[in-house]
């Protein structure tokens, strides 16, 4: 069995396209969803509250219990729980991207984009 990770939006409109696509994305059986409504607001607005660190918390479970190789941070379109435009989702994405790349050295961190019709944009991040 074969595990990847994402750090997703709650909305149910995000699910399944992700799960597709990272199958695929990372030839994995199976994707764990770590989510909360805007994670990705959280983690840059909110960087040292409970709701970020639990996603630590919850990074390193899967670590640890599916010995996850692949992590995705994804925004998406539209998104009640963090209500601001693609650019600034994008460039919250980039800062979050980077810090988990630094805490967690062993994965490959990719950012993802859910557009309006579920389509996957996999965002440039260096
Ligand atoms: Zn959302």
Known sequence: MSFCATINCL????????VNYLMQRFNVKYVDM????????ILTDTPDSERALL????VDT?????????L????HWDCRGNPVPRETQIEQMGDVVRRYRKLYPQLTII???VGEE?????????
């Open 11 to 18: 909305d149910g409109r995000t699910q399944q396209p992700v």
């Open 34 to 41: 770590l989510t909360d409504a805007g994670p990705l607001g």
């Open 55 to 58: 996603f630590e918390e919850r």
């Open 62 to 70: 899967v670590i640890r219990v599916h010995d996850i190789k692949e």
């Open 72 to 75: 995705a941070i994804t925004g």
């Open 111 to 113: 950012g993802l984009f």
């Open 118 to 126: 579920g389509e996957i944009e996999e965002i440039e991040i260096s």
